[in-house]
């Protein structure tokens, strides 16, 4: 995802395809559907099945949208959001793209008709949230000249929304993105401070309290800015405890959400709340097992290594051995051989071969984790030191 947040601001120019719809609007309609509570009614069990991963559901009520309101992007925007949380558990996972594009190509068509013809604001808020999705998947997919060119027209149509917020919190959302990663990217990144300087100045604190906002009081973009904000205030500021309050209100509202409850697993495994961590990573493994949606080898490469670990701290390490060996099938099966929990999980299994005293087995898992790591990876030095002093 940071690898997105840089691309937004590099400026590039590319044509694009127009999807083919022709849906007449309506004479009596006021052209707004943001802020309409009928429609929100109509709405609130679709998204709520959505973010529950039961993806089907909420599909066959956005096409009930799409029926009556189909000459509006919003229904096309459901659509695609829909498509997009099945990729997000594992990007590795590539059934969905085009029906992702194709949703967001559709809701952009009539986002652009929207934007010239009717209601300029609430065009410009779906075109930037139409490019900003599109963004963040080309970056997974290291598409870099697509999710430059989405990112940019984003921060084009993201300017047009500004200073509306008062009108439709869903329009604060895109504002408090771009205060918190303006001032986070020159940050983290000084040889982009010059791009930066083309961009209004960021205000990280506002974005962050802009974010609560949204995530209190908006409809559509509420459990987006949950979502983004829960994950800047663990990775990025730092506050674990706020973080885990989040996580852990977005796995009870969508307990069936395959990301949340990841995410709640790793914050409860890194604030030390290792029963719990057990217990949720027991949970995913069994949905694995089970087969539920959105529940594959990424998030058990996660849940194994927890286990494993817990396991080798409480001195169970028949148990460990066997977790970490599992974490190492998941990572495997999910082409995942260059991730971190993977390459602990060889590491580990190769420490308590080594305290065992099993020197050739340990030799084994040492040697696996030099090829699997580069040579400045902590873990390919540590590797080095213990196959030289054995």
């Known amino acids: 995802m940071k690898n997105y947040l840089l691309l937004i601001l590099l400026v590039l120019g590319f044509g694009k395809a127009v999807a083919q719809v022709d849906t007449p609007v309506p004479i009596d309609s006021n052209y707004s559907l943001l802020s309409n509570p009928y429609i929100q009614m109509e709405a609130t069990q679709a998204i709520n099945d959505m973010y529950n991963f039961r993806f089907e559901r909420s599909m066959s009520h956005f096409n009930y949208l799409r029926k009556q309101y189909g000459w509006h992007p919003l229904p096309y925007f459901l659509m695609g959001m829909n498509s997009f949380w099945r990729i997000l558990p594992n990007f590795n996972e590539t059934k969905y793209d085009k029906q992702f594009l194709a949703y967001m190509d559709t809701s952009m068509y ?46 084009k149509y993201l300017e047009e929304c500004k200073g509306y917020g008062d009108l439709n919190p869903e329009l604060l959302f895109g504002d408090a993105l771009f205060n918190y990663y303006a001032e986070w990217v020159p940050e983290n990144y000084p040889f982009l401070k010059p791009v930066m300087a083309m961009f209004p100045d960021g205000d990280k604190e506002k974005g962050i309290e802009q974010l609560k906002t949204v995530a209190r009081n908006a409809f559509y973009t509420r459990t987006e800015a949950q979502y983004y904000l829960m994950r800047i205030l663990y990775f990025d500021e730092n506050k674990t405890a706020e973080a885990m309050q989040l996580g852990e209100y977005l796995h009870k509202t969508f307990p069936r959400n395959a990301y949340f409850h990841r995410f709640y697993t790793q914050l409860l495994y890194q604030t030390g709340r290792y029963d719990q961590a057990m217990k949720e990573s027991r949970s995913i493994i069994n949905r694995i097992d089970s087969a539920f949606e959105g529940y594959e080898y990424n998030s058990g490469r996660y849940a194994a290594f927890f286990l494993g670990h817990i396991s080798e701290i409480r001195k169970n390490y028949l148990e460990a051995i066997q977790y970490y060996k599992l974490a190492m099938e998941y990572g495997e099966a999910a082409g995942a051989t260059d991730k971190g929990y993977y390459i602990y999980s060889v590491l580990h299994l190769a420490r308590i071969e080594d305290k065992a005293g099993n020197v050739d087995k340990a030799k084994e898992y040492y040697k696996y984790v030099k090829k699997i790591t580069d040579r400045k990876h902590s873990a390919n030095k540590e590797a080095r030191e213990r196959l030289r002093e054995l």
């Open 110 to 155: 009539l986002a652009e008709r929207l934007y010239k013809d009717l209601n300029r604001v609430e065009g410009a808020f779906f075109l930037s949230s139409i490019y900003a999705f599109q963004g963040r998947f080309y970056s997974e997919r290291k598409e870099w000249t697509k999710s430059a060119f989405a990112g940019k027209n984003a921060l």
